[in-house]
Structures are given as structure tokens and as C-alpha cells.
């Protein structure tokens, strides 16, 4: 949650952390040999925790693992901005969360305030804040920040009021939350679970979610307590009791996990229950989705599929060849130019000090699988005592390539070619050898930390919450979400038929659709455009493109055949050259020796989108059956 005056307020599923930026290209690679200005992902920003989660992150400098050597794993998100009556009550949240800490923690601690709530009783009198027991103590105590909304005779405006900035949308939005007593001082509250189940009931048509985890329960079968899953089974056997076409369209990661990213799935017990409590949600373990809609005699797959998203590149970094060349030539060795980099973004510091920078390179077993307790070989550099000593060294590096080659050419990222592109991959310019060309190709899992869903193209819930009990029992983490509806609605067509959806969740769906599909052009970077501005900046409307036109039906066979076709093909081709399964990040191409069938086959590849396979590790029993499931393992409620 960020909000900016009590007028501008930001909700979704991003972390204010490292490794969250990313583009639509979601590139792996980020090795610059000569011109380290190019870099998106300096210091810790250039992280997979897939392999080695993030270490010392107060050293932002350094990099958990080798940009010469390891893809980064990339980035899927959504967050919203807002602007309108509906941020006073998330400053409602954040008054009662902060509030909540301060009694707690920090109560006779006078550098942190009270606040109060910025509810105008005389304005908004209806509003549920004016009931609550600490209302008036707040307002006596706390500190008051001015808000824009409840406007009484008394208001006057001010220079700092935004007059350019008024809200001026179309779309009623409901704040929604998962809090208790020990995180907000008042009774459970599981709004949006109940929002989550509602929307799910309520859906006519077609559900599409994107979440980072998928774990909920059918019935009262075991320790799950949310009942997402349960709505979905019931909506569905409805649909086909009555003969209607209805599907419901879930992307998750590959692998999900919030404390165990790396790691070898048969050795990480953690790992485990997260992928057995996904598994006994969709298709496992007597009480799945997939089994109670199979038990009602209908086929789950008519209805209901899951899906991943995976990304690949190549990583510029041709070593025999190139790169060590350069070190000879110039005397600087390519991660201290690394190093140098990170001193120039920094700058001069008083308040942050790093003497040293660490990169680790994990051991990688043959199969590719990255055991967290392998040894690791790091390597510490020196930071440069000044910016100007940075430059130098980072110059003196790059000139290490005069006489060599010129690197221009070849391009440092090739993961735009699996969007809509001027160019192919096949013409892509390399001027190593074949070997190290193939050797710089490398797959990784897109990840999803997306917590949204969208029902018939005109509601949407997006926020904090994932599909757990963590984020949906009300008294677990606490969470924030909205439900938005527009009110602007407009021509389309569901299955064929003419049908009004609502403006911002169907160009919300069709551009997620697009981007999965490879069906988008590559985001510049470097320019500001209106899709990157807060509210009441709107965006672009991209309705009648040729490619918006093949996603506008989500019910369409031709639109299931490509979203299908397109998730299929590229399961087959990263499996094929890269030999992945849930769990590896390998870059193998011990079969497939022909540089020139590589660069066919992944030319070939359209989008992210790939098939989820729900059969893996199936005959695994002791995974997904076991004492955990009937209520023996007191610390399940922490992973689930």
C-alpha cells in the first residue's frame, strides 16, 4: 500500500523490494560487455532466488549471483493507482494497521505519531469509520493529514490540492481486507475472501485469475479452511448442469513458494507442502477441483486449466572468445568493471557504506538442480573509493575491446523476439563460437506474483491477497484488495454473441492476454508513456488492433485455440531444449548440439504462456498424502 496525500493511492501485487521492476520482454539476460550503461538490473536487482535467494540485502551492491553465468529469474505483476473516495478508507487501513503498532510496540515512544482517521463526520456521516470505538481517541490525539473528498462548508482549497489531478473516472471501487486483532485491533475481518467467493458465484460467463499461490479447499476436507475452490466447483457443474459454456482460465508459478525459492523439490520439505497443498487444490488427494467436478460426471479440463509463464535468453557473454580478451587487454576483469558500475549508481554516500562487493555463483548439479546447502563460489571486489575512479575503471574495461571485435552488433537480450518484432531471432548476429552461443541460451520461470482476478470482462479484484489461507482466513497475514466495476461499458462479444463489458477490466484482461501471447511490442524502457503514469492518467485505449480483435471473446474457439495451441507448443519447445520441469533452471544442450535447431525452435516460441503439467510427480504420493493433511503438523498454517 502507498498513498500520496490522502488523494493518490497505489494497491496490488507488488513488493517495494529488489528484482519486482520488469518489462514486457522480461529479459534473462543483462551482461553488457561494452557499455556497462546499458545495465536495467544493477546490484541486488539483478537476482534468482530460484537458485540463491537474496543475501545481505542491505549490501545493495552486490549480486547473489554472476550476470555472466546465471538468468536472472524475471518478474510478472499487477498493481493499480487510484484516485477518489475510495483512499480514505486504505488510509482507513493503514491508520488502524499503524495505530494498531503503536499501542502495541511504541505506545509511550513520542518520535511516532497517532494518527487519525481523515473521515469527515459532518460530510460522510454514513460512513462505517464514524462507529468505531477509537474513532473519537484518534481524533483527539492523533495527527491529522488533509484530504480532498469529504469536502464541508469549512474546506478551502489549497495550492498543493491537485486541481489538475481530480478524480475523474468511471469506476466504483470497493475496499476490501483481510485483518484481525493482532494486526489491526478490531474483530477477523475476511472481506476478501467473501468478495473472492461472491464475484465467483455471481460470474456468468468466464473467470481469468493470476495468483502466486493456489491453495483453498473444496469442502471441509482437511486443514484449508478458504472455500475459493469450492465457489469454482460449484460455479462450474452449474454451468454444465444447464448446458452452458463457462471456463476459468489460472495462471500460477511454475514453482510457487514465499520462503523456499531455492532448492531441489525431493530434498526441501517446504518446498513440498506448498506444491502438495497446490496439487490437492486442482487435481490430487480425493477432494480436488478436478476430482469433485469428475465426480459430478463432468470432464474439470472442459472447464477449468491452469497455466505458467516461462521466459528465454541469451546471455552476451561469450568468455573464451571475448570477455577474457578483455580482461587481458585492459587489466580490469569483467565483474570489477561489474563493481564500478554499482559505485556510479550509488554515488557518494554518508548515510550507506560498502567496502566490499560478494558475487556468488551456486554449484549446479548435472541436473540442473540447485541445492541450497552446495558450496558457493564467491568472489569479493573492492568498491571504488570515488564515482570518479568508477568511470575510470569501467572505461579502461570496455576499451579492452578495441582490436578484438566490434560487440555492437550483437545484441545483449534476445527475449523481445517472443513478442511482436521487427526482427527474428534466427538473424541475430553472434560473433563467439557455436559452443559459447549455445551455451548462452538459458530458460528460466517467468514468476507470477500477480494476486487478480476478472469475471466476465466487467468486474476485477486486485491486491495483496493470494489464494491461501495465509491471506484469506482474515486472522492470517494482513492484506488489502479492490473490487473494481466500471460503469463505462462497451460492445463486445462473449462466445460469439453480442455482450457489454466493462471498459477497464476487459482492456485490463485483453492486455494480459496479448503480452502471454507474444501478442504486444516490446516496452521501450527508457521512455515515459501513459501506461506508466499514476491515476487520473488514463491509458491508452487499445481496442480494434488486429491483435486486440484475436483476444476480444475470451470464449471464442478460435480464442481457446490459440491461447491453448500457443501454452502447448511452448511447453514443448522449452522441454525439448532446455529439458525443464518445474524445478530446473539448466542450460543443457548436451542432445542438441545444432546451434541452427535451437535458434528455429525458439524462434517458434510466441509469448510466455505455457501449459501447467499437472501430472508431474503425481505418482509421488507421500508428497501430497501424508500426516499433513489430517491435521498432525501444527506448522502447516505457516506455509498455507
Known amino acids: 500500500v502507498v498513498v500520496v496525500d490522502n488523494h493518490f493511492a497505489c494497491i496490488g501485487g507488488l513488493d517495494l523490494c529488489y528484482g519486482r521492476w520488469d518489462s514486457h520482454s522480461h529479459p534473462l539476460a543483462d551482461a553488457h560487455p561494452t557499455n556497462f550503461a546499458l545495465t536495467l538490473f544493477p546490484g541486488q536487482e539483478y537476482n534468482n532466488a530460484r537458485i540463491l ?3 545481505e540485502v542491505h549490501k545493495h551492491a552486490s549480486n547473489a549471483v554472476s550476470i555472466l553465468q546465471t538468468p536472472r529469474m524475471s518478474w510478472h505483476d499487477v498493481h493499480m493507482t487510484i484516485s477518489g473516495p475510495s483512499v480514505l ?22 518520535r511516532y505519531d497517532w494518527l487519525a482517521y481523515p473521515h469527515d463526520k459532518l460530510v460522510a456521516p454514513n460512513e462505517p469509520v464514524h462507529h468505531l470505538r477509537h474513532r473519537d481517541e484518534w481524533l483527539e490525539k492523533g495527527r491529522k493529514f488533509r484530504q480532498r473528498f469529504q469536502k464541508g462548508p469549512e474546506w478551502k482549497p489549497m495550492d498543493d490540492d491537485h486541481p489538475h489531478l481530480e478524480p475523474a473516472g468511471s469506476c466504483k471501487v470497493q475496499v476490501v481486507r483481510s485483518c484481525s486483532d493482532w494486526s489491526h485491533g478490531v474483530l477477523k475481518e475476511q472481506s476478501i475472501q467473501t468478495a473472492y467467493i461472491e464475484l465467483i458465484r455471481e460470474a456468468e460467463h468466464y473467470i481469468y485469475i493470476e495468483n ?26 452449474r454451468a454444465a448442469r444447464e448446458g452452458k459454456r463457462f471456463k476459468v482460465v489460472v495462471l500460477i508459478p511454475e514453482v510457487p513458494g514465499k520462503y523456499c525459492f531455492a532448492g531441489d523439490i525431493s530434498a526441501v520439505a517446504d518446498l513440498q507442502r506448498i506444491l502438495a497443498a497446490t496439487w490437492r487444490t486442482i487435481n490430487r488427494g480425493g477432494n480436488s477441483i478436478y476430482e469433485e467436478v469428475r465426480a459430478a460426471g463432468y470432464e474439470p479440463k472442459d472447464y477449468i486449466r491452469f497455466y505458467h509463464l516461462r521466459s528465454y535468453d541469451r546471455i552476451n557473454a561469450p568468455w573464451p572468445s571475448f570477455i577474457k580478451h578483455m580482461e587481458e587487454q585492459s587489466g580490469v576483469t569483467f565483474h570489477q568493471a561489474q563493481v564500478a558500475l554499482a559505485k556510479q549508481w550509488i554515488g557518494v554516500s554518508e548515510i550507506w557504506q560498502q567496502d566490499k562487493v560478494s558475487i556468488k555463483q551456486p554449484v549446479v548439479t548435472k541436473e540442473g538442480i540447485v541445492v541450497p546447502e552446495s558450496e558457493t563460489e564467491t568472489e569479493e571486489i573492492p568498491l571504488p573509493a570515488t564515482v570518479e575512479e568508477a568511470t575510470a575503471t569501467i572505461e579502461k574495461f570496455q576499451n579492452g575491446a578495441k582490436g578484438l571485435r566490434d560487440d555492437r552488433q550483437v545484441s545483449d537480450s534476445v527475449a523481445h523476439h517472443a513478442l511482436i518484432n521487427d526482427t527474428r531471432l534466427l538473424d541475430e548476429k553472434w560473433l563467439g563460437t557455436e559452443e559459447e552461443e549455445l551455451d548462452a541460451y538459458v530458460s528460466e520461470i517467468l514468476y507470477i506474483h500477480t494476486k487478480l482476478m476478472i469475471v466476465d470482462d466487467r468486474r476485477v479484484i486486485c491486491g495483496s491477497a493470494n489464494i491461501n489461507d495465509r491471506s484469506q482466513k482474515g486472522n492470517g497475514d494482513s492484506e488489502i484488495a479492490l473490487v473494481v466495476e466500471d460503469t463505462d461499458m462497451v460492445d463486445a462479444c462473449m462466445d460469439g454473441q453480442p455482450y457489454k463489458v466493462g471498459r477497464f477490466a476487459t482492456s ?103 501449459e501447467a503439467p499437472l501430472e508431474f510427480l503425481i505418482e509421488e504420493k507421500g508428497i501430497w498424502e501424508n500426516a499433513d493433511w489430517i491435521g498432525l503438523n501444527p506448522t502447516l498454517q505457516v506455509f498455507i
Not at 502466486?212 to 457443474?237: K, M, W
Request: aromatic fraction near 8%.
Open 53 to 55: 535467494d537474496f543475501q
Open 89 to 110: 478508507d486504505i488510509v482507513q487501513h493503514f491508520t488502524e494497521r499503524w495505530n494498531e503498532l503503536k499501542q502495541r510496540k511504541h505506545k509511550s515512544d513520542g
Open 212 to 237: 502466486q499461490f493456489f491453495i483453498s479447499n473444496t469442502g471441509d476436507n482437511g486443514p484449508v479452511q478458504n472455500r475459493i475452490a469450492q465457489a469454482l466447483v460449484e460455479r462450474i457443474i
Open 508 to 610: 485490463l484482461r485483453r492486455k494480459l492476454y496479448r503480452e502471454h501471447l507474444g501478442l504486444i511490442k516490446p516496452e521501450p524502457v527508457d521512455i515515459p508513456t501513459n501506461f506508466k503514469m499514476p491515476a487520473p492518467t488514463p491509458n491508452p485505449i487499445e481496442f480494434g488492433s488486429v491483435e486486440d480483435k484475436l483476444v476480444a471473446d475470451p470464449l471464442s474457439v478460435a480464442m481457446e485455440n490459440l491461447w491453448n495451441g500457443t501454452a502447448q507448443r511452448n511447453r514443448a519447445i522449452f522441454a525439448e531444449l532446455f529439458k525443464t520441469v518445474p524445478s530446473d533452471t539448466v542450460r543443457n544442450f548436451e542432445q542438441y548440439k545444432s546451434l541452427e535447431r535451437v535458434k528455429k525452435r525458439l524462434s517458434e516460441v510466441r509469448g510466455h504462456l505455457v
